[in-house]
């Protein structure tokens, strides 16, 4: 089996399918935007919170590779709920595994692109809905 055939598993492809569940609201209070620099990968995260400050609504806008959006559709199954410091932690582990000094971090549905680990070239796309949300949660850090 190539790498790319580990890499680009069915369900890795399969979930690239799930970004129409998260479509691009203009009406959301916070937007983000993060972009791979490896490989040129977008990715714009629009949220609105609750009265706590969790995710309560989310939109996605991808344009990225195959890792990118299958860890965007990852990050959106499970971020409804989480504030900015479960976000950052998040992100925090994420940076701990990929650079090999961490965990696979705990968030649902990582271990779909666990495989990308070992392609440092995809680590970028990877971590933009991380960091396309926090880049959203810090557009007016005194509301959340």
Do not use: K
Not at 69 to 95: C, E, K, N, P, T
């Amino acid at each position: 089996m190539s790498g790319s055939e580990r890499l680009y598993t069915p369900e890795l492809l399969a979930l690239t399918l799930r970004l129409a569940d998260y479509p691009w609201a203009e009406d959301l209070a916070f937007a983000g935007d993060a972009r791979s620099r490896s490989c040129g990968s977008t990715l714009a995260i629009g949220l609105d919170l609750d009265g706590a400050g969790r995710i309560a609504r989310i939109g996605l806008r991808a344009r990225a590779c195959a890792v990118g959006q299958a860890s965007a559709a990852i990050f959106a199954d499970a971020a409804a709920g989480r504030d900015r410091a479960a976000i950052a932690a998040a992100r925090d582990a994420m940076v701990q595994w990929l650079a090999g000094s961490g965990p696979l971090p705990d968030w649902p549905g990582i271990a779909a692109i666990a495989a990308a680990q070992a392609y440092p070239a995809r680590h970028g796309a990877m971590m933009l809905p991380w960091e396309a949300a926090l880049a959203a949660l810090s557009t007016n850090e005194a509301s959340v």
